[in-house]
């Protein structure tokens, strides 16, 4: 993409380990405000408790085992597009608060895989796109998932890059709505278990090269404390 924004910076948050839910209202009033034009926008890197999420295609016939039965993770309903996701720690959470450049959806969706293969390609693994399938490869297994919400083309939601998360919480759902999808990770494919920090620092510098946005330094803060921060709360 690499269309520089003017006179625009991006706050950049390190909210740890964070829970779903609050998190997903802070994304909400953080869209209203940028839509109200209070604040230029905002990239949220985290990690999430154990949950598994159902898209805007999503239902419970994407779970495993079959309806009826008790899944041991938390499940919840979310406006985001596509169908049932996981989240869990060792997985890097990224969204992108901000005006999509150009009000180009496809071109936004394209450089957000593009952020990712690099960021991939840092740690020693090849991954690529599949044509009408979001998200990012290696081979025939999926290594990072890409769902989003816009509000007035604002941007929310992003995108989860599978690291040293426990491939086996996958059991419990069929990914992405594809019922032979199998995951695979950083950990899997390299050999190697990179550091979270590591894995948001590269993000950065992959975002700001893709998008042509600058991003203020990463900021450590805890969830309930960002919205006051932006003065949105």
Avoid at 41 to 54: A, C, D, F, M, S
Avoid at 75 to 91: S, V
Avoid at 140 to 157: M, P, Q, T
Wanted: glycine share 10%; charged share 20%.
């Amino acid at each position: 993409m690499n269309r520089r924004q003017p006179n625009t910076t991006l706050s950049a948050f390190d909210l740890g380990i964070a829970p779903y839910l609050p998190t997903h209202e802070i994304q909400r009033q953080i869209q209203e405000g940028i839509v109200g034009g209070s604040h230029p926008g905002v990239l949220l890197l985290l990690e999430h408790p154990p949950v598994i999420t159902l898209g805007s295609q999503g239902g419970v016939q994407d779970l495993l085992p079959a309806e009826g039965t008790p899944t041991p993770i938390p499940i919840l309903h979310t406006e985001r597009g596509g169908a049932a996701t996981l989240h869990a720690p060792g997985q890097l959470v990224c969204y992108p608060l901000l005006p999509i450049p150009g009000r180009d959806l496809r071109r936004y969706v394209t450089a957000l895989e593009e952020v990712l293969i690099r960021l991939l390609e840092d740690h020693g693994v090849t991954a690529h796109r599949r044509k009408g399938k979001p998200g990012v490869y290696v081979l025939d297994a999926k290594i990072a998932s890409l769902g989003l919400r816009c509000r007035r083309w604002v941007a929310g939601h992003g995108t989860s890059l599978n690291a040293t998360v426990d491939l086996s919480l996958f059991q419990y759902l069929i990914s992405c709505g594809e019922k032979d999808l199998q995951q695979t990770s950083i950990q899997r494919e390299s050999g190697h278990s990179p550091a979270m920090e590591d894995l948001k620092s590269g993000y950065l510098h992959h975002f700001r090269e893709v998008f042509g946005i600058p991003t203020a330094p990463l900021e450590p803060i805890e969830h309930q404390d960002i919205l006051r921060r932006l003065g949105l709360g």
